[in-house]
Structures are given as structure tokens and as C-alpha cells.
């Protein structure tokens, strides 16, 4: 918050508060470009990691800084509907901003843009200058409370894959917005996505989705970062990102272009997940988005569904 913006009491508690009050808000009002949301200044453990034992692997996202890398958002406010630059450094132990990453899936660095009710999401490829600043036009549709994930691995030896995560406000009017029910079956444009396999805490466990359009299977999806699809998992309630490797890729001579798509994930807890597949055909990437529930790991017991609910998503790229 800047030094010279005069608020009320009442205005800064709300300003403390702001990226979590999105996710659990029941009313509607307005929201302005003034407010803030809360920046994380240290490394802090992932709180949710171990709930299924010792196999359950670390969620990614919920930190800023890890392994001496941290992300430095320098856009922390947006406008609902206004297409703006979203830009950021990645920096190392020495302050200095990051400028060389090794290439994962075709790219530098990933961004993933998601709302805090996970009706919104945007899977981005921003650009970045020689000083190591990173940029892209965005436009997000509605006001409430986003959190931005940056998915990279600096190019030095023994360097890890790193998930960052920093909170993102878009001012505007804020409607909340019900998560969709848990389903098996996603649209996207056109296309019909079935959902195959179950994710299960501190397990692993495949993910088959099979894409078909007019009742037809489509054998001849198109290559998109290195794979037939790329798969983000993100758990309610906190937005922990969850790793998702693909089952093979084109080329190998063995994996098909469809109609399924095979991915590997390990849910870190119990709980609600939401998936979002994107997948090339015809030139163009779409988005299918489930609801999925991770049941215990112990059993093998289906967990209980939730009561259906009216809700549409917005996905994007």
C-alpha cells in the first residue's frame, strides 16, 4: 500500500483481508482499483503436504519465494473487462532479475491466471526482455480475487522445477460464483471431453480424457507444448497447484493423437480439484473443465458428491 493513500480503519482491515475475502464472499458490491491484495514476503511451508503420509508429494503455487527464487508481480491490480500488460520478474537470491530458463514443455516459463472460484482461468506464454522483465496483454472477465502462477526451471545445474504464486485483484463489480458440480464429462467449443480415473491423495494415479465431437472420436489432435494436451490441477479453497505429467508424446512411437490423452497426478490431501485440459485440433487450442473429488488413499472409497449447482466458467489462453 502506497504512503501517501489515506484509508480508514474499516478500509485498511478490508485491504488486509482482500484476496481471501473473494473466495468467501456472499454478497455482491463494488470493488475498486485501490484495494490491494496481500503480499507474501518470505518462504512459507506448504501446510497441506503429508495429509495422506509420507508418499503424499508437496503442492505447488501457495509460496512467492522458494529455493531462493521469488516472483515479483508488478501488477497487482486489474479492471474487469480492460485488456492491460501483466507484468513480473522472477529474481534470485541476489535480487537480480532471472534471465536464463531451461525450456519445459516448448516454453520458458508458464503462466497460469486463475479465479479464487476457479470459474476463470487463463493458461498464458508471456514474453520476456533481456533484463529478465515478463509481459502479456490480459483480460480478465470478471471483478474478485485471482492468483497467478509462474511455472519454470532457471537454467543452472541441479536446478528444480519451481511453482510460484503471487495474488492478482480485478477491480469491478464482485459477483461470488458457485464452483461447478463434481462431472465426468466437459464441452469446450464444440468438443466433448469424457474423464477417465480418479485422482487419490499421496497416490498416483492415471487421468484418461477422450475427446470426441459430434459423436465422433477426434484421432488427429495437433502437438501443443510438446504433448496432445497439457493438464493444470488446482485444489479448492487454496489454489494449490498440483504437478501433471502426460503420458507420453508425439513422436515416441506409441503414443496416438487421440482420442485419449493419458496424464499421471498425485493429489496432495483430500478434497475438491479443479482440471482444466487444453488440447490443439485444427489450428486452435480449447479448454474442457472438470470438478473432481480425491477421495481417501487408504480405502480406495469413492468420495461423496457434491449437491449440483448452476455456475459458468470462463477459460481462456
Given at each position: 500500500?502506497?504512503?501517501?493513500?489515506?484509508?480508514t480503519?474499516?478500509?485498511a482491515?478490508?485491504?488486509?483481508?482482500?484476496?481471501?475475502?473473494?473466495?468467501?464472499?456472499?454478497?455482491?458490491g463494488?470493488?475498486?482499483?485501490?484495494?490491494?491484495?496481500?503480499?507474501?514476503?518470505?518462504?512459507t511451508?506448504?501446510?497441506?503436504?503429508?495429509?495422506?503420509?509420507?508418499?503424499?508429494?508437496?503442492?505447488?503455487?501457495?509460496?512467492?519465494?522458494e529455493?531462493?527464487?521469488?516472483?515479483d508481480?508488478?501488477?497487482?491490480?486489474?479492471?474487469?473487462?480492460?485488456?492491460?500488460?501483466?507484468?513480473?520478474?522472477?529474481?534470485?537470491?541476489d535480487?537480480?532479475?532471472?534471465?536464463?530458463?531451461?525450456?519445459e514443455?516448448?516454453?520458458?516459463?508458464h503462466?497460469?491466471?486463475a479465479?479464487?472460484?476457479l470459474n476463470?482461468y487463463?493458461?498464458?506464454?508471456?514474453?520476456?526482455?533481456?533484463?529478465?522483465?515478463?509481459?502479456?496483454?490480459v483480460?480478465?472477465?470478471?471483478?474478485?480475487?485471482?492468483?497467478?502462477?509462474?511455472?519454470?526451471?532457471?537454467?543452472?545445474?541441479?536446478?528444480?522445477?519451481?511453482?510460484?504464486?503471487?495474488?492478482?485483484a480485478?477491480?469491478?463489480?464482485?459477483?461470488?460464483?458457485?464452483?461447478?458440480?463434481?462431472?465426468?464429462?466437459?464441452?469446450?467449443?464444440?468438443?466433448?471431453?469424457?474423464?477417465?480415473?480418479?485422482?487419490?491423495?499421496?497416490?498416483?494415479?492415471?487421468?484418461?480424457?477422450?475427446?470426441?465431437?459430434n459423436?465422433?472420436?477426434?484421432?488427429?489432435?495437433q502437438?501443443?507444448?510438446?504433448?496432445?494436451?497439457?493438464?493444470?490441477?488446482?485444489?479448492s479453497?487454496d489454489?494449490?497447484?498440483?504437478?501433471?505429467?502426460?503420458?507420453?508424446?508425439?513422436?515416441?512411437?506409441s503414443?496416438?493423437p487421440?482420442p485419449?490423452?493419458s496424464?499421471?497426478?498425485?493429489?496432495?490431501s483430500?478434497?475438491?480439484?479443479?482440471?482444466?485440459?487444453?488440447?490443439?485440433?485444427?489450428?486452435?487450442?480449447?479448454?474442457?473443465?472438470?470438478?473432481?473429488?480425491?477421495g481417501a488413499?487408504?480405502?480406495?472409497?469413492?468420495?461423496?458428491?457434491?449437491?449440483?449447482?448452476?455456475?459458468?466458467?470462463?477459460?481462456?489462453?
Amino acid at each position: 500500500m502506497h504512503a501517501g493513500l489515506r484509508i480508514t480503519g474499516f478500509a485498511a482491515a478490508l485491504a488486509a483481508t482482500f484476496g481471501t475475502a473473494y473466495g468467501v464472499g456472499q454478497g455482491v458490491g463494488p470493488v475498486t482499483e485501490d484495494e490491494t491484495p496481500a503480499r507474501h514476503d518470505a518462504h512459507t511451508g506448504d501446510s497441506e503436504s503429508g495429509h495422506s503420509g509420507h508418499e503424499s508429494p508437496p503442492a505447488g503455487g501457495l509460496q512467492i519465494s522458494e529455493n531462493g527464487h521469488t516472483l515479483d508481480l508488478w501488477t497487482p491490480r486489474l479492471a474487469a473487462g480492460r485488456t492491460a500488460d501483466l507484468r513480473f520478474a522472477i529474481r534470485g537470491e541476489d535480487g537480480r532479475a532471472v534471465t536464463a530458463f531451461r525450456r519445459e514443455h516448448d516454453k520458458e516459463l508458464h503462466l497460469i491466471v486463475a479465479s479464487r472460484d476457479l470459474n476463470t482461468y487463463r493458461h498464458l506464454h508471456p514474453s520476456r526482455a533481456a533484463d529478465g522483465t515478463w509481459s502479456i496483454p490480459v483480460s480478465l472477465p470478471r471483478a474478485g480475487g485471482y492468483r497467478v502462477f509462474a511455472d519454470f526451471t532457471p537454467e543452472k545445474k541441479g536446478a528444480e522445477n519451481l511453482t510460484l504464486g503471487a495474488d492478482l485483484a480485478v477491480s469491478g463489480t464482485y459477483a461470488p460464483q458457485n464452483l461447478p458440480a463434481p462431472d465426468t464429462t466437459a464441452t469446450a467449443e464444440g468438443y466433448e471431453v469424457k474423464l477417465g480415473g480418479a485422482l487419490r491423495p499421496g497416490a498416483a494415479r492415471e487421468l484418461k480424457l477422450t475427446v470426441s465431437r459430434n459423436g465422433r472420436p477426434v484421432t488427429d489432435l495437433q502437438p501443443y507444448l510438446g504433448a496432445y494436451g497439457h493438464l493444470v490441477a488446482l485444489r479448492s479453497g487454496d489454489l494449490a497447484y498440483l504437478h501433471v505429467h502426460p503420458g507420453g508424446e508425439p513422436g515416441d512411437g506409441s503414443t496416438e493423437p487421440g482420442p485419449d490423452i493419458s496424464f499421471t497426478a498425485t493429489a496432495p490431501s483430500s478434497g475438491t480439484y479443479r482440471l482444466f485440459l487444453d488440447f490443439k485440433h485444427e489450428g486452435k487450442v480449447h479448454t474442457a473443465a472438470f470438478t473432481v473429488r480425491a477421495g481417501a488413499a487408504a480405502t480406495g472409497e469413492e468420495a461423496s458428491e457434491e449437491a449440483p449447482h448452476e455456475s459458468s466458467g470462463e477459460h481462456g489462453h
